[in-house]
């Protein structure tokens, strides 16, 4: 089961610089255990306690999987995750 995870700027330290990464696994738990045994530290990054970390969005085919079922999202072949970080700041 191939499924293509896009890589913000901030993680890409992880993927050797790539924009998007291919991983696979039924839901989205398992999907970022593979991606950390071929990108060291990126679970972390993401994941925090079994559940997703509070300032990381991550949407399935476009659908922020906090609406879903969370981190047990299930995942089919062919689809696409995009991690986005929360993004803050700014002058008063």
């Known amino acids: 089961m191939a499924i293509e995870v896009r890589i913000p700027t901030i993680l890409r330290t992880h ?3 790539a924009k998007a ?5 039924n839901t989205l738990a398992d999907l970022f255990a593979d991606l950390e045994t071929r990108h060291p530290g990126i679970q972390e990054r993401i994941v925090d306690g079994g559940e997703l970390r509070r ?3 991550v949407y399935l ?11 047990n999202t299930k995942l089919s072949d062919g689809d696409n995750v995009t991690i986005l970080p ?6 008063r």
């Open 15 to 17: 993927t050797g610089g």
């Open 21 to 25: 990464v291919e991983g696979s696994g």
């Open 55 to 57: 300032f990381v969005n």
């Open 61 to 71: 085919n476009d659908e922020d999987v906090r609406f879903l079922e969370g981190i």
């Open 86 to 91: 929360a993004v803050a700041g700014g002058m």
